[in-house]
């Protein structure tokens, strides 16, 4: 998942023990602004004969800031922090998932239907028609989120244990927005043909495979095989589920600035996971003219392969309608490289490779970063659609079918729509269930 919505400051609770007296909470209130702490909730969490207990959410910069605000705190008379609470791992806290039953209310009698000797009638079932496994298990419903820890959001090479909270919150967000099951599983190899081994071996308790934050160039190996051994649906998200919201988003520009995306000449800075499979779909979508630039030869070889064109960073911002940028890099992009007209797409978090301020100054017709270009408006609706129809892969008129979708919701002044709008994704699930059913590779025909 190497595109996400971040934010350039972080928050942290200080719970904090006031003189109950009126004027004290004014005086904290104070001491925080002027050291520039910016003040969300305030919250009661207890009252004493003479103090009361309050949590205040503070928005800083970072560490150093935090630690004057801390400072312009402990010299206040009649005031004592006595903690520092970081919201975000307190909502980690004993994980994000949990697995529970759905049989609600279990006696013995029901007891001896689901386990023995009554699910033996179901094993049989399946042992005579093994595609009723998708009727009396939760194959039917559960995606497989698998990773090897080399390439964690923007953290990069940190491993399995470290990248499981990512899984995690993959998995809330199958569940809230398309009530899918997500399971995260931590393959803990930087062995190519071991995670492809262990992932076929497991494939068959999932109904799809959610290949995640697996570096490039291995996660383009580890898919393709995948795809063709397989008889579900594989889709590495970070290239495909970025991809579809990449081009939603295009069509939203390109419509705005009068501009024919299958006729423009679109720039992908950036040819890793990310970039890559989004100029795979624009290919597929129909856009004649690619060109590509990365650091690695190979990611350049692999686009020319594929039939898009290299050029030097300079090169491809001279001659590109559109760019996108997906290097992780701030600032590589210079104000003096913006053609005058372009549409620029900075989509690195927290950081851009220019800012869309500084772009449009610049004579960017159109230009935006990648704080609203999030993946998760796209991948819990593919799978949902998929398994629908029991697909046994996903294919491109399904991604694009995807993205028109997703286009389509987005209301005037946005590029993209609300990831928490449960409407998009039930559309976007109906238009897959629809594109698998003309791509042939549906098992469902409804």
Known sequence: MQIEKGTDKFVKTLRVLITDQPGYLGK???????????IGDIRLVKMGLQYNTREITVLVDDEEHLQRVIKAIEKLDGIYLEDVIDPVLELHKGGKIEVKSRIKNCDLGVLRKIYTPGVARVCKAILEKPEDAYNYTWKGNSVAII????AILGLGDIGVVAGHPVMEGKAVLMEMLVSLSGIPILVDTRDTEEFINVVRLI????????????ASPQCFEIEDRLIEMLDIPVMHDDQHGTAVVVLAALLNATALCGIELRSATVGVIGLGAAGMGIAKLLKAYGVKRIVG?????????????????????????????????????????KPEMVRKGQIILALSNPYPEIKPEEALRAGAIFASDGRSVNNALGFPGIFRGALNVRARKITDRMKISAAKVIARFAEKGELVPNIMNLEVHRAVAEAVERAAIESGVARVME
């Open 147 to 150: 990773t090897n820890g080399t």
């Open 28 to 38: 904290l209130t104070t001491a925080i602004g002027n050291e520039g702490g910016n």
């Open 203 to 214: 494939s068959k308790g999932f109904g799809a495979i959610n290949l995640e934050d697996i």
């Open 293 to 333: 630039n990365d650091i690695k030869e190979t990611a350049m070889e692999m686009l020319a392969r594929m039939g898009g064109k290299t050029d030097s960073l300079e090169g491809l911002m001279r001659h590109s309608d559109v760019v996108v940028a997906t290097t992780g890099v701030p600032n590589l992009i």
